[in-house]
């Protein structure tokens, strides 16, 4: 920015970026954009104005709250929707694995010989018992503790103990039950309904691309927490919600990001969030061609319906996870922290520093309030929350839930199985 020697008003050396019309790029090829979104944060900034809609949001707390409801969501929105079961970066070589509980569902990703990736019921095809711990590792062989039958990377049954005293099992037809799964931009999809089909790119809608812009497919595990929070929509609502980040985070996210400055653009459910830092105002002092995003900008990518993707396609990531808890007023974060696989030692204890940091965070200030959120939601003094026209992230993130739940058809729970993958 330059001042007019004449008038003393400052004039302004760049283009305005101005709120896009269209924030939803489902279907359409991305082009890489970060540099506009670095120009409609510093035009946010001038105008002191953020990406909003044009209209308020009431959402009922009983959709918080209702059990039933919560039943619906975790079927619809967790186990007959893609999730994500793991980071590429859980499984980087033939043999390794990652297993997690996600909905009620323990799941197995593991990478095959052939650089592909299965995942699988982790429930032993004896009697149901949890072949492999919840963890990342590295097997040859899944051997099930209970009374060790013992299965291949590629899930098939390869060993009865005691085989001759057990009778005649078809290992062709004992298998661990696959699930669909595919790999994209450094995530491992899967569908937590053996016979559902999976269909990413339109699920995606090309926002695979966006991501790719982060880099996750060429970084490694570093470290992995797990924290409990709230309702999974309470701990959602967080992600996407930069009104807060000066207020709530005043003495710690706060000290590097702006509150209620924001842009926003979605592919379908999935979101793009960018908060202003206060390093954006910088962007005024230099050349526009050497604007940085990636420093300038603080972006989260949200993968409905449940991983938020912290990172700026820099060094390193955090990927938080969320699950459904065990129960309508709980859920699971998992916070994965990926680095450059050639980061120095210098660089990896600064991401495990900044990794405690974040965990506190959450902890201690998102989730403590999500959870205090929660106690209080069945006291009567809400009937409905309100989200503004400035929190356009949470608005599409409900609408979207609302919407699913509405058009979803769930196919009933399995009775039997089948190999085939029919009834
Ligand atoms: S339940 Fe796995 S071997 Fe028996
Ligand atoms: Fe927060």
Redesign the pocket.
Known sequence: MSVDERTGDAQRDYPRFPQPTVHDHHGSTWTHDWHEVAGRLLTHLDDDTTDSLPDMLTVPVADYLDPVRWEREVDVLFRNTPIVAALSAHVPDPGSYRSIEIAGIPVLTVRQADGGVKAFINA?R????L?VENGCGQARRFT?P????SYNNEGALVGISGRHKVGDVDTSTHGLTELPCEERSGLVFAVLRPDAPLDLDSWLGGYDAALDALGLANMELLDERELIGPNWKIAFDGYVDGYHLDILHKDTLGTDTMGNVMTWDAWGPHQRVAFARHITHELRDIPESEWKPAKHVGFVHTVFPHVSVAGNGGRGAMVSQLMPGPTSDRSRTMQTHVIAKDATDEEREATIKRADFLEWVVNEEDYKTGLGIQSALASGANTEFTFGRNEPGNQTFHRWVDDLLANTAVAPPRTSHNESGEH
Do not use: I, K, T
């Open positions: 032993c004896h009697r149901g018992a072949v099930c209970y009374h060790a039958w």
